[in-house]
């Protein structure tokens, strides 16, 4: 089945800077590459995703990178603020799946002011 | 509009009671699924119910889990004879289905068995 891993697991930037967090995929029939923010006591919220049809996708100061070839893709935040701490949680889809996804460990993405 | 809802919110109970947790979906949206997460860890796939098929059931752990989706919208995740490593926060997400696309999450029920 679809493996999917992310590093680092923790990850701690100055505010401003850029943060980047990369995830790799198993399975090359996967089509669909969601990312998901958590906050504390919250449930995740789809904060961007891409397709396998493109490369990059931006949203603002979120960027979504896709290397199928290599498969893996990547989280881009740029000019971090304080409010992006979180827990970051990438995703791929299940063919075959019933329209699931699995879903890394997660990263911790720390902001510090 | 109304985003997914949970209850309860937080739900403490003793080992080896059952435990009931109600999630409602967004309007509209046939597929529904539960995840289990423990302490720092990921999201683990627990039941995905689409429609009117048949449940995929592969992610339960074990035969004391169930859930039960009545009318094609609410669903309730039952944990029968509750144990300490059943404490989790258990997530439920809903979808349109009609390819492979973004879940919404619901806020969680977080789950302490003493």
């Known amino acids: 089945g679809e493996n999917v891993e992310q590093h680092p697991s923790t990850l701690s930037v100055q505010e401003g800077d850029s943060a980047v967090i990369k995830c790799t995929y198993s399975?090359?029939?996967?089509?669909?590459f969601p990312w998901y923010k958590q906050e504390l006591g919250k449930g995740p919220q789809l904060i961007i995703d891409?397709?396998?049809?493109?490369g990059e996708k931006k949203d603002q100061r979120i960027a979504v990178t896709l290397n199928k070839t290599a498969k893996h893709f990547s989280l881009h935040i740029t000019e971090t603020q304080p409010e992006d701490s979180a827990v970051y949680f990438c995703a791929a889809s299940i063919q075959g799946g019933n329209n699931r996804l699995a879903f890394g460990k997660g990263n911790q993405v720390v902001v510090i002011p | 509009g109304a985003g997914v809802s949970q209850s309860p919110s937080n739900k403490v109970t003793e080992k080896g009671k059952d435990v009931e947790l109600r999630c409602d979906p967004i309007s509209g949206h046939t597929a529904l699924y539960w995840y289990r997460q423990s302490l720092g860890q990921g999201l683990e796939f627990l039941i995905y119910?689409?429609?009117?098929?048949?449940?995929?059931k592969s992610g339960l752990p074990s035969d004391r889990f169930s859930a039960e989706r009545t009318g094609g919208s609410v669903s309730t995740l039952t944990i029968q004879r509750t144990q300490q490593e059943d404490s989790a926060v258990y997530l439920c997400a809903s979808s349109l289905a009609l390819r492979s696309g973004e879940q919404f999450f619901g806020p969680g029920t977080r789950l302490t068995v003493l």
């Open positions: 891409i397709r396998s049809n493109v």
């Open positions: 119910f689409q429609g009117n098929s048949a449940p995929d």
């Open positions: 399975d090359s029939a996967s089509n669909y």
